[in-house]
């Protein structure tokens, strides 16, 4: 094979001994049952980056590497509809029933994809229904995964375990939920968007929104990677790889702030700004802050210290804040909002306990915990589930 014979395993697939092990974690990983090698082959092509998958992604047009890909996929097909000889391979069922959300819709999908092949009559069914899966979903990594970490060396790695957070896990604050949901449904549909900051009290919903963001908007092409501050030197790489993908990409700044002495946010401005060379438009940056100001300030700077072009000093650092276009301010709740958030809930995880009860008890845990936020509501309810239900 030409374009897809970069994987030796498609070559080994029918070895069926030499790959029994392989086959069967890959089984128990994400929940496959039935034939394992159908599976197996479906998984390989749904994540084989050549010429004719990323381009089919792109631009649903192939171009000159269709006629190589027909080939390769005939043979593929011709695999995929060999029987196994070993009985188990043909017709499994995993033991491993606690599977996490994300391994369990991945392995949704690779049943799904194997189920529309397996219903092919022709080679070129086949073929049509490999591209179809390429122009809706896309190839590789980005297309099956919602979220991915960037590692020290500039490369990325999927997220397995996502919380599965959605905005009804934040109470209130329906004017930044608003104003955060329309800013990234207008990325999503490659229209004019801002890169964000969340900045305000910690515990009040900030990072959750975040997490609620991406769970909504995967669907629609949007994908999500955290970088930690200390990676921002690879953020010009990060993007130079991005901007060649058909999918829209936030990355995710959390508790972003520097110490004074900290140099790391020259990064971020570049990114931010971009340099002689355009900014991707399918990239935005998403932070998350517990203060306006990201970069941190001393009175001695305020009053010269040291530095002889003070002002020019002040407003380099101040001037980060400002190149986030849209900033949405989380206060935390006052007395009487805290306790509609114990109440909300109190409500959904079925704790039945007197109102009065309750309120007064969530008053003291407030003060013992650190004050009033989301946060503390939260706590104060897993602390009372296992005990009033």
Not at 290 to 313: A, P, Q
């Amino acid at each position: 094979m030409i374009l897809y014979g970069k994987n030796e395993l498609y070559k080994r697939l029918m070895t069926e001994e030499e790959n029994l092990s392989y086959l069967l974690e890959f089984a128990e990983k994400y929940g496959i049952c039935g034939n394992l090698i159908k599976a197996k082959i479906a998984w390989l092509i749904m994540n084989d980056e050549n010429a004719f998958s990323l381009s089919v992604e792109r631009s649903r047009n192939s171009f000159g590497a269709e006629w190589y890909a027909k080939k390769d996929i005939a043979e593929l097909c011709r695999l995929f509809f060999i029987s196994p000889s070993n009985e188990v391979l043909e017709n499994y069922t995993p033991a491993n029933n606690r599977i996490s959300g994300e391994e369990k819709r991945i392995g949704k999908m690779i049943a799904e994809f194997t189920e529309k092949l397996d219903l092919t009559a022709t080679e070129e069914e086949f073929f049509e229904c490999v591209k179809d899966f390429y122009a809706i979903y896309g190839v590789g990594e980005f297309g099956i995964h919602k979220a991915f970490c960037m590692q020290d060396d500039g490369s990325i790695s999927p997220v397995s375990h996502i919380k599965e957070a959605s905005f009804e896990d934040i109470y209130g604050y329906e004017t930044q939920k608003q104003r955060l949901i329309a800013n990234t449904d207008a990325f999503a549909k490659g229209l004019g968007a801002n890169n964000v900051l969340l900045y305000g009290d910690s515990g009040t919903g900030k990072s959750t929104a975040i997490k609620a963001i991406l769970n909504m908007f995967y669907d629609k092409g949007v994908r999500m990677i955290q970088v930690q501050k200390h990676q921002f030197v690879h953020l010009g790489k990060l993007t130079e790889q991005l901007k060649r993908r058909n999918y829209r990409f936030i990355l995710y700044m959390d508790d972003l702030s520097f110490e004074e002495f900290e140099v790391e946010y020259k990064y971020l401005k570049a990114a931010i700004e971009g340099s002689l060379e355009e900014k991707p438009e399918n990239v935005l940056i998403y932070a998350t802050s517990n203060r306006k100001h990201l970069i941190k300030e001393t009175f001695s700077e305020r009053e010269g210290g040291d530095d002889v072009h003070r002002n020019e000093s002040i407003q380099e650092k101040i001037s980060l804040s400002d190149r986030f276009g849209l900033s949405i301010f989380y206060p935390k709740p006052a007395e009487q909002e805290y306790f509609n958030i114990v109440e909300h809930l109190a409500d959904r995880t079925s704790i039945t306990l007197d109102r009065d009860v309750l309120i007064a008890e969530a008053r003291k845990w407030g003060i013992s915990h650190g004050g009033y936020s989301g946060r503390t509501a939260s706590q104060f309810i897993e602390q009372l589930g296992t005990t009033y239900k």
